[in-house]
């Protein structure tokens, strides 16, 4: 266990999004009305206790009222723990290292599910796999999403549906318009609009800074950028071969990029240390005219912008061509979040199954919509056969965002969401269009044992390595000394790891 708690030190450094987190802990018994045959236990009638540990992300704890209603719904009684967000890889990893976890455990992110693989590996949480057919809503998950989940081939977990392609360009309309210049289709588009952003200083005083970036090589500007150099996303195929985004020319040529864009004053001059908060600022206070990350943003944007900058418009789009000509972005594996079953906590078969026939409820059209909208008539109204929330944005965050945490479903029996803003329904469109362009990556259901166990802190080596070259404080040789200093401290283990894995999936 103290390999697994010194590995899960590394969750942290790979925390980037700004995903929902929840545990689940439960016991007990569903009630016949719960979905499908599987979800009757039989026995006594009395509701499914579930412990559950939330990651919290608002300010204040929220009240009980959805809580209520979900118990009713499902005919379970949740007893919720609500976990700061600041605190809660601390509280996981300290419930991980003690082998306390709860019966349901919602991981914060990809990262802490490949810390778990080994732990997966060794029997120490629930197959799930063989059940899912026997559930009304189980049966009918993604069957490339679960199996971007698999372990050594097998199914051990749920997952949050999430939009998979969300990256995008957000820039100044009003801005682009005012200069002449159309939605970019191509790099050098893209560099000729920030490029005369600049030269026009828009912002005034010699304040413009064209492009604001953050210090997240994944969710900031970087990775969306290098989709359109050839880079694949974390993994690609060489003459038959994984190899990792930082040994292909398309990650050099990115780097080079950035580098021209920081040299001529487009970008923040300190973007590898500014935080999100610091880089949206610079959009809300009207100083930069474009923002590459995810499109969903630019609602928020749209707001709060136009209140410092009156008249400040915003547009999105992601149909930007790569080196082949043709559109490209990269994609998620088509969740948010993981949920595992632990074996410390459920200790039967029987178990198990009462506890996968409440999650099941979780995907079924009226806990799904609970969860994510709140109550119809207080939280929101109907317009058009579509959500419309209330205006009352205060309402909506005390007593329906904290549960957002805990949906499982964001399109699968969801109702659709009115837009009040045009560009945000665009934004919307455009995420659901790119899962046909999108680039995925191939090891999502790979393992590799040096990996899971160095994975994280190697690939800060790269990252480091990465804003030296953009900074001009190493060239292109100080960056291959640095992945070759990756490759001796475990990195080529890493590689032929893979290697191995994919040529034992079929190279699939």
């Not at 026995?43 to 990651?55: E, F, R, Y």
């Not at 929220?62 to 209603?69: A, G």
């Not at 379970?76 to 300290?94: H, N």
């Not at 630019?298 to 043709?326: C, L, R, S």
Request: glycine fraction near 10%; charge should be neutral; proline fraction near 4%.
């Amino acid at each position: 266990m103290g390999n697994n708690v010194n590995r899960m030190k590394w969750v942290s450094a790979f925390c980037s999004l700004t995903v929902a987190t929840a545990v689940f802990a439960g016991c007990g018994k569903n009630s016949d009305e719960s979905a499908g045959d599987s979800g009757k236990t039989g026995g006594d009638s009395g509701p499914v206790k579930i412990t559950v540990m939330a990651d919290l992300q608002t300010t204040e704890v929220p009240s009980d009222k959805i809580e209520k209603l979900l118990e009713e719904k499902t005919n379970a009684q949740f007893d919720i723990q609500w976990v700061p967000d600041g605190s809660y890889d601390e509280k996981f990893q300290a419930a991980f290292a003690t082998g306390s976890l709860p019966q349901v455990v919602y991981l914060k992110n990809s990262a802490s599910f490949v810390l778990l693989r080994d732990a997966i590996k060794n029997g120490q949480f629930w197959e799930i796999g063989p059940y899912l057919k026997d559930y009304p809503n189980l049966k009918n998950l993604n069957p490339q999403i679960l199996k971007n989940t698999e372990v050594g081939g097998k199914i051990y977990t749920l997952y949050q549906e999430r939009q998979p392609a969300r990256s995008g360009l957000i820039y100044r309309k009003d801005w682009a318009d005012k200069l002449g210049i159309p939605a970019p289709k191509t790099v050098d588009d893209l560099y000729n609009m920030l490029k005369k952003f600049k030269e026009a200083d828009l912002a005034g005083g010699g304040k413009t800074i064209p492009l604001a970036d953050r210090n997240d090589l994944v969710y900031g500007s970087f990775k969306t950028l290098s989709m359109y150099f050839g880079t694949p996303n974390n993994w690609g195929i060489q003459d038959g071969k994984l190899v990792p985004d930082f040994m292909t020319k398309g990650y050099m040529d990115t780097m080079k990029f950035m580098k021209k864009l920081r040299d001529e004053g487009l970008i923040n001059q300190d973007f590898p240390v500014t935080s999100k908060t610091d880089q949206q600022n610079l959009m809300y206070t009207g100083r930069s005219g474009a923002y590459i990350g995810t499109m969903g943003d630019v609602k928020t944007m749209q707001e709060k912008t136009e209140k410092n900058v009156p008249g400040a418009v915003f547009d999105v789009t992601n149909e930007i061509a790569g080196v082949n000509g043709k559109p490209v972005t990269w994609g998620l594996s088509g969740y948010g979040t993981l949920i595992v079953f632990p074996k410390s906590s459920i200790k039967t078969e029987a178990e198990l199954k009462k506890i996968l026939g409440v999650m099941d409820q979780f995907y079924a059209a009226d806990v799904a919509n609970l969860l994510k909208y709140g109550v119809e008539g207080e939280h929101y109204t109907m317009k058009d056969g579509k959500v419309l929330p209330v205006s009352d944005s205060k309402l909506i965050e005390k007593e329906v965002r904290p549960y957002l945490n805990m949906a499982l479903a964001d399109t699968t029996n969801v109702k659709p969401s009115y837009y009040t803003m045009p560009v945000a329904e665009k934004a919307n469109t455009l995420s659901n269009n790119a899962e046909k362009f999108m680039i995925t990556d191939p090891t999502a259901s790979l393992d590799s044992k040096t990996y899971n166990e160095k994975g994280a802190r190697l690939q800060e080596q790269i990252k480091d390595a990465t804003y030296q070259f953009i900074m001009g404080k190493i060239d292109e040789a100080g960056f291959q000394a640095a992945v070759k200093k990756w490759q001796n401290d475990g990195g080529q283990k890493i590689i032929d790891e893979f290697n191995e894995s994919y040529k034992s999936s079929g190279g699939k």
